[in-house]
């Protein structure tokens, strides 16, 4: 199904063709921009649309609004006489709504359910209007999108991820890049395999390693590990975050990482790495 405006009398005045996604930066939030592309009938009389809005919706037909918006470049908009007509539509979106769409996508290309109201004036006359279609947002489409918006560059609570954790020349920010993008693109196990690199190439220093053993050893006893310092502590976090990152990147267990789960392993390895 696709969006279509009637005239008056009822005839296609215009057909929307083609849906485009598009990010933009906001302030405390993202701008989603939508492109709708309309093939156009030359209209018998003059014919202008006011009081549109577009709302956006999850999937099809389920209800779930992500937003309405008004057109972009002001209203009222004239049916043209040439073929072609493009309606521009900018999204303010939040934090938690860009991320119960990576969630629910999860990773995927997804539907948008698109409902255009408004009214059709000609002369004196005007009727309402309103119509819907639903469109498929490509994957790579959507990933363009998030990295415009700055999506790419966050994550979970506005975390901002550094370009060279290390100080060392950024080898360690590309493996944390590498998993960023698998995260997005759903590829949970390899997002967490690239965490593991992370550990890899920065290993503990020597004298640490020599005392990991130690260290281990006293979470077996209440008094030992109650009498930790921090540094100790330290370690045995730094320990966990490796063991917990092994599976995906040495064995071949069907066992998997979910989103949730390959998240919370990217940002406390990017929390960890911005610490020592």
Known sequence: MTITISSLEGYTLAECTDVKTYGLPG???????????????????????????????????TQSMIGVAPPDGGQPISIPNHRSLTIYFRFSLTPNQVEAIEKMRLGQGFNLTLWLS???????????????????????????ALNKMGYANTLLYEFRLPRDITGTGGSSFKFIENAERYLHQGEYDLCVGECRKVFEHYPLPPADQSQLGTIRGKLSNKSDRESMTVKERWILLRDALYM??????????????????????????????TSM
């Open 27 to 61: 302030i405390g939030s993202y701008t989603l921009c939508a492109q709708l592309e309309f093939a156009v009938a030359k209209p018998l009389s003059e014919t202008v649309l006011r009081n549109l809005n577009l709302r956006l919706e999850w999937g099809e037909n």
């Open 118 to 144: 408004g009214e059709v004036c000609q002369g004196s006359t005007s009727q309402p209007y309103t119509d819907h279609g639903t469109y498929k947002i490509k994957q790579s489409d959507w990933l363009s």
């Open 244 to 273: 917990l990152t092994h599976p995906p990147h040495h064995s071949a267990q069907s066992e998997s990482y979910s989103r949730d789960q390959a998240k919370m392993i990217l940002t406390s390895t990017i929390s960890y790495c």
